[in-house]
């Protein structure tokens, strides 16, 4: 197994550990009453890319959202290293290592059409180290996606793929910001 594929095996493992940790926790945090009776926690796959060309890389995102999923707050594992190809040439240039980002949005719905919901979301994103993707490690986070309920007998479920774009505005170059999707799934006990 290359060490990559191992390095992203280790960080799905563990954020699913802490998300089902989480929503433990928030279904009932030492006996008490919930902080969050609303949140829901999802968790997913996604990978980078460029002006539609990947970038190679896979990301882990767990994600939490509330107040009927106006706001998220996401985790995001970054695992393996970037590139992207030389105009007219074989050769890749490096545009970032491995890394954590961490966002929180507010969302705005846009579209709801029965179980579909269409939605857009900015807000703030900061990265464990810049690079050629980012000069700066705080960003602005912006995001389009949609949002699918699939109800399962005796479990609520959602399906949300979302495109994401970190940029900081042109702030301080490089700025060709960190483009990445992300396929979530979310599961309520209820």
Request: glycine share 8%; net charge positive.
């Amino acid at each position: 197994m290359s060490s990559r594929l191992r390095l992203t095996a280790i960080s799905i493992a563990a954020l699913a550990m802490f998300a089902v940790s989480a929503s433990s926790w928030a279904a009932n945090p030492l006996g008490l009453r919930s902080l969050c009776d609303d949140c829901e926690y999802q968790l997913g796959l996604g990978e980078t890319y460029h002006f539609w060309s990947t970038t190679g890389a896979a990301v882990v995102p767990l994600t939490v959202s509330w107040d009927q999923n106006r706001y998220e707050l996401g985790i995001f594992r970054f695992a393996g290293r970037q590139a992207m190809p030389y105009p007219g040439s074989d050769f890749e240039r490096a545009m970032a290592d491995p890394y954590w980002g961490v966002s929180l949005s507010r969302r705005w719905q846009l579209v709801e059409r029965g179980p579909v919901k269409a939605f857009f979301g900015f807000g703030l994103s900061y990265k464990t180290q810049s690079d050629e993707l980012n000069a700066t490690r705080v960003n602005f986070a912006s995001q389009l996606g949609l949002r699918v309920r699939v109800p399962l007998r005796h479990v609520s479920s959602a399906l949300e793929l979302t495109m994401r774009h970190w940029s900081n505005a042109g702030i301080k170059l490089p700025n060709h910001g960190q483009d990445f999707a992300t396929l979530t799934v979310r599961f309520d006990m209820s």
